[in-house]
């Protein structure tokens, strides 16, 4: 669960690293009574969760409360790289000497945390490893003992950092450590972390991202949950514990497992066919699971055909059959529905299916080109 | 012979009085696996499956009175990196974890700790492992897979059974299948696996698959090219995947530059593992 600008800053408060002055606000009226509260020029920027914001118009300075307004009027409900805006932070204008990028990370090759930082703040860390690596400082944390403080001498040494600012650099790093723990978090990143022309540092934005199997530690944080951040049907998919991610093809799909999921849709991507979904009923789901995926499906508009694929295992091929049924009985199928079941209580289940318009299908790539045939024909 | 788990294998089960720790405990017994003992805290005492395997509170006890030299652990996500080092604790030589969604710092924590014990961690977020005919530690359906001489293993779980499924109806038998898991932290990786089946001596050909995500695949290829003399056959899940879309498991996740299917496939197909466009098309690559 990534967290929205805001909300890492309020954590960031929490955890005594500085942010500039500012406020979150809904409509135009109250960007307008926070750009007059703040008195001087402010940035007012969008809270959508995505990357590259500025380059889309989401971050814009007003001198004026008047021209915050006018730019609070542009902005709220602004579309900015598929995301509404519907909130917009509102923050006093900090004049910037140096801007510095850091973050800590989970480091999937060394399996650790890691500490990141670079005299290149303000640009994406990808386009820094790709212009300049050599300029991103990287210190693996021992996740046991945790952040060493030479460490952190370290980091700011080697990325030119002057001494005066070393104690401040430092004591920022080790709370950021605290929220990255304390938090569950796989990243939080500060980018930039700005020296402002009086000398201060100052955290201009901030990123944090959770990790969602920690999410039952951490239930005041729940609430930062954001609906807008979804897709509907991802959304419905959550809520019946369902993983669903929405690929852009006309083929359905039901697999169980994830890794038999990517397979099938890879496979029907072979065959020159594309699947509509990628999603994974999980081990052991019963017929109500398979009702609710089965009707998420249905009711993607672009969808032609539908291959649903199961394993038996845990999984039982007769709860699977059920499923698909019940839907059967209360709406009219517009799509044909391709059915491979091996496994568990597979005969029962295909015994089920017969005299129902479904298709069924022995072999998985059998199975995968009646589907993408048929998807074809649908698309005519 | 097989790798990690045989027919002198004595299984403890972590959690065995949960719905899932039951159910397959009983599964394994059924495989005729050797399960000599069940922990769950609380519980000690009680007897579970008729009287079939005794409840211990603790790992030691149930190591010290029963023998246990390998432990299967089903507990709850929330609790089990705490279940991982009282089974390293109690200096279990084989822990396999099946439970899915554990906190990925929980695991980091207890990958540093393994890092200075001799326990191996297989998973977590795996299906286990199997040793057709010898015994069964997870959750691999036993009736899909027969003995023999290819060794299998697997980032994925249902993927693996189909896998398993396609070369029991070609007549291929397995030495051992292992599960590794879907996690992106998680305890042995490919290059691990493989080693144990260059060194076993019933293990001739090896089937490996893949998924998105991490450079596991590629580290393997490394080792394949330096080390193993034995024919690879590789699968790689996720060629129709989108970069920073996880795919189900949490280690399914395209990051920057790393982690996808087709730098896998090419990078296992220049150290010469013939690569299945489909499970199915396993067994045909086989030659042994």
């Not at chain 1, 602004?78 to 909130?87: A, E, L, M, P, S």
Request: hydrophobic share 45%.
């Amino acid at each position: 669960m990534r967290l929205q600008e805001y909300q890492s800053k309020t954590l960031f408060t929490m955890y005594n690293i500085p942010i500039p002055n500012g406020r979150i606000a809904e409509s135009v009226r109250e960007v307008k009574q926070i750009s007059e509260e703040l008195g001087e020029a402010v940035v007012i920027k969008a809270q959508v969760l995505t990357g590259a914001r500025g380059k889309a118009g989401g971050i814009r300075m007003a001198k004026s409360s008047q021209e915050a307004e006018t730019i609070a009027n542009e902005m709220l409900g602004k579309v900015i790289n598929g995301y509404v805006t519907k909130k917009v932070l509102v923050d006093q204008f900090v004049s910037i000497e140096k801007e510095i990028y850091l973050s800590i990370a989970n480091d999937r090759i060394n399996q650790k945390p890691v500490l990141m930082a670079s005299s290149f703040g303000g640009m994406d860390i990808e386009e820094i490893s790709i212009v300049s690596p050599e300029k991103i400082v990287k210190r693996i944390i021992d996740p046991l003992l945790g952040l060493r403080d030479y460490q952190l001498r370290d980091v700011a040494i080697n990325i030119d950092l002057e001494r005066s600012y070393w104690q401040q650099f430092g004591e920022i790093i080790k709370n950021l450590w605290r929220v990255y723990v304390d938090c569950d978090a796989t990243l939080v990143e500060v980018n930039p972390l700005v020296i402002t022309k009086d000398g201060e540092l100052c955290a201009l934005d901030a990123k944090i991202v959770m990790d969602d199997n920690a999410l039952f530690r951490h239930p005041s944080l729940a609430d930062f949950h954001d609906k807008d951040a979804e897709s509907p049907a991802e959304f419905e998919a959550r809520k019946a514990g369902l993983s669903y991610v929405k690929m852009g093809g006309n083929i359905g799909c039901m697999v169980n497992g994830a890794g038999l999921a990517m397979a099938t849709m890879d496979i029907l991507e072979s065959l020159g066919g594309k699947a509509a979904n990628f999603l994974d009923i999980g081990g052991g789901a019963n017929a109500q699971k398979v009702e609710d995926a089965l009707r998420l499906i249905l009711d993607d508009p672009q969808v032609k055909s539908i291959l649903i694929n199961v394993f038996g295992g845990i999984t039982r091929c007769d709860e699977v059959a059920k499923g698909i049924l019940n839907v059967c009985k209360e709406v009219e199928l517009h799509v044909p529905i391709v059915v491979r079941l091996v496994g568990t209580h597979d005969l029962e289940g295909l015994d089920m299916l017969e005299g129902s318009p479904l298709i069924p299908a022995r072999s998985l790539l059998k199975a995968a080109k009646i589907a993408v045939n048929k998807a074809a024909e649908g698309a005519k | 012979m097989s790798i990690l788990i045989n027919n002198e294998t004595r299984l403890l089960v972590q959690g065995v009085t949960g719905y899932e720790g039951l159910f397959h405990t009983e599964q394994m017994l059924s495989y005729r696996s050797n399960i000599v003992a069940g922990v769950t805290p609380g519980k000690g005492g009680d007897w579970v499956l008729n009287g079939k395997v005794p409840v211990f509170d603790s790992v030691q006890t149930a190591v010290e009175v029963t023998g246990a030299n390998a432990s299967v652990i089903f507990v709850p996500a929330k609790y089990v990196s705490d279940a991982i080092f009282e089974a390293v604790d109690a200096d279990l030589p084989l822990v396999v974890c099946i439970t899915e969604g554990a906190p990925i710092q929980d695991m980091m924590r207890v990958r540093q700790y393994l890092s200075s014990r001799s326990t191996r961690l297989v998973g977590p977020n795996c299906p286990g492992l199997i040793s057709p005919g010898e015994c069964k530690a997870g959750i691999i359906p036993g009736d899909i897979v027969i003995p023999g001489n290819i060794g299998v293993v697997s980032r994925s779980g249902t993927l693996t059974y189909e896998v398993l499924y396609s070369l029991k109806q070609n007549d291929l038998g397995v030495s051992t299948c292992i599960g590794i898991g879907g996690d992106p932290v998680k305890g042995l990786g490919f290059v691990d696996i493989l080693e144990l089946f260059e060194a076993d001596a019933k293990t001739d050909a090896i089937v490996l698959i893949g998924e998105i995500g991490g450079d596991d695949e590629e580290r393997a290829a490394e080792y394949i090219s330096s080390s193993l003399t034995k024919p690879v056959v590789g699968f790689v899940a996720g060629l129709s995947a989108v970069a920073g879309k996880r795919m189900g498991h949490a280690g399914a996740l395209i990051e920057g530059n790393l982690g996808s299917a087709d730098k896998k496939v090419e990078a296992l197909q220049s150290v010469g593992v013939k690569i299945a466009r489909s499970p199915e098309e396993i067994p045909g690559l086989i030659t042994i």
